[in-house]
Nanobody
Framework: QVQLVESGGGLVQAGGSLRLSCVLS????????MAWFRQAPGKERDVVAA????????YYRDSVKGRFTISRDNAKNTVSLQMNSLKPEDTAVYYC???????????????????WGQGTQVTVSS
């Protein structure tokens, strides 16, 4: 079955950078659309960024546009989230998610992601 393992979280001061990585195993990575979600204390889980199978389509929530970049390396079964100019409001648990797709240039609805990692904590201090 599909397994997702995140890494790269930690504590950083405002204005700093972190790079999150997620490795998928158990299935063919290139057949899955991938996304990063986050959940802050007391808040609902929201999508941060998503990327299609072939990297042809990406999505970013407005609050991270210009600061975060999602990318994938299908040869290494890895999706990454480069986070620059971090703000205290970015503090959350970040989750990697996967959704099988038969279309290479398509982003599934954010409610349809079927597989999830355990999450990695990102804390941004002021």
């Amino acid at each position: 079955q599909v397994q997702l393992v995140e890494s790269g979280g930690g504590l950083v001061q405002a204005g700093g950078s972190l790079r999150l990585s997620c490795v998928l195993s158990g299935r063919t990575f290139s057949t899955y659309a991938m996304a990063w979600f986050r959940q802050a204390p007391g808040k609902e889980r929201d999508v941060v960024a998503a990327i299609s199978r072939n990297s042809g389509t990406t999505y970013y929530r407005d609050s991270v546009k210009g600061r975060f970049t999602i990318s994938r390396d299908n040869a290494k079964n890895t999706v990454s989230l480069q986070m620059n100019s971090l703000k205290p409001e970015d503090t959350a648990v970040y989750y990697c998610a996967a959704r099988f797709s038969t279309v290479s240039n398509y982003l599934p609805p954010q409610t349809s992601y079927a597989y999830w990692g355990q999450g990695t904590q990102v804390t941004v201090s002021s």
